[in-house]
Nanobody
Framework: QVQLVESGGGLVQAGDSLRLSCVASGFSGRTFNTYAMAWFRQAPGKEREFVAAIRWSGGHTYYPDSLKDRFAISRDDAKNTVILQMNGLKPEDTAVYYC???????????????WGQGTQVTVSS
C-alpha cells in the first residue's frame, strides 16, 4: 500500500517562504520514479485546487498560471521525495496542502490514486 506523508507546513507571515516535503513508501511492483507526483490544496469551504505536478523521472513540471511565478515542484527519486517550494506567500495561500501520486501529471484530482493526509499552511497578513 502506497503511503504519502507530507511535512513542512506551519504558520508564516505574508511574504515568507515555506518548503513542503512529501515522502512516499510502500511501493510493490512499481517504483517511485514511475509515478507522476502533484500537490493540491484545499481551503475551508472551497474545492480542492491544483497547485503543481511533475512527471516521472524529474521531467516536465506543470502549474496553474496564478502560481507559476511563486511555487516550484521538484523530486528526488533516490529519496522517494517530492518538494514544493513556496515563495512570496500570501494570505490566500492558506489551505491544507496534499501530496498525490498517479500515472500522469494532471490538474484533475480524480486522476490521482494515492493521497497524503495533508499539511496545514497558514499565512497571516
Amino acid at each position: 500500500q502506497v503511503q504519502l506523508v507530507e511535512s513542512g507546513g506551519g504558520l508564516v507571515q505574508a511574504g515568507d517562504s515555506l518548503r513542503l516535503s512529501c515522502v512516499a513508501s510502500g511501493f510493490s511492483g512499481r517504483t517511485f520514479n514511475t509515478y507522476a507526483m502533484a500537490w493540491f490544496r484545499q481551503a475551508p469551504g472551497k474545492e480542492r485546487e491544483f497547485v503543481a505536478a511533475i512527471r516521472w523521472s524529474g521531467g516536465h513540471t506543470y502549474y496553474p498560471d496564478s502560481l507559476k511565478d511563486r511555487f516550484a515542484i521538484s523530486r528526488d527519486d533516490a529519496k522517494n521525495t517530492v518538494i514544493l517550494q513556496m515563495n512570496g506567500l500570501k494570505p490566500e495561500d492558506t489551505a491544507v496542502y496534499y501530496c498525490a501520486a498517479g500515472d500522469w501529471p494532471d490538474t484533475n484530482a480524480r486522476n490521482y490514486d494515492y493521497w497524503g493526509q495533508g499539511t496545514q499552511v497558514t499565512v497571516s497578513s
